[in-house]
């Protein structure tokens, strides 16, 4: 499961925060990432993100590094995975196929019946 913060919801939002979680629920990466732009204050209410929070964060190239071979050939389960494989595509060279959780598990499914997918 990857999960994205961003700085805001359009297609040149830029990702702050990722957290990679492995099936088993266990967090095998969280990490902040420094914006070249603004946090705006209407994002910063939904995700609590505030840029002193990210001034000494790594740049997203730093953190790609790190994040890249956790996807490569995964098949990566997001929240909103149109929104985050749009935001990926502009930041890597080659994003993983990205399915959205959303769809994929309907509202009210107990979440153990969703775990090792």
């Not at 297609?11 to 099936?23: G, K, M, T």
Request: charged letters at 25%; a negative charge.
């Amino acid at each position: 499961m990857l999960d994205t913060e961003t700085t805001g919801t359009r297609s040149d939002a830029e990702v702050i925060q990722f957290a990679v979680l492995h099936p088993s629920r266990t967090t095998v990466l969280e990490a902040c990432v420094r914006p070249q732009g603004d946090v705006p204050a209407e994002v910063t209410a939904i995700h609590g993100l505030i840029e002193e929070m990210l001034r000494d964060a790594p740049s997203y190239d730093v953190v790609h590094r790190t994040l890249e071979p956790l996807l490569t050939g995964k098949r990566v389960m997001c929240f909103n995975a149109a929104f985050d494989a749009c935001l990926l595509r502009h930041t890597a060279d080659d994003p993983p196929r990205a399915t959205c959780a959303a769809t994929t598990f309907p509202p009210g499914v107990p979440r153990r019946s969703q775990e090792g997918v």
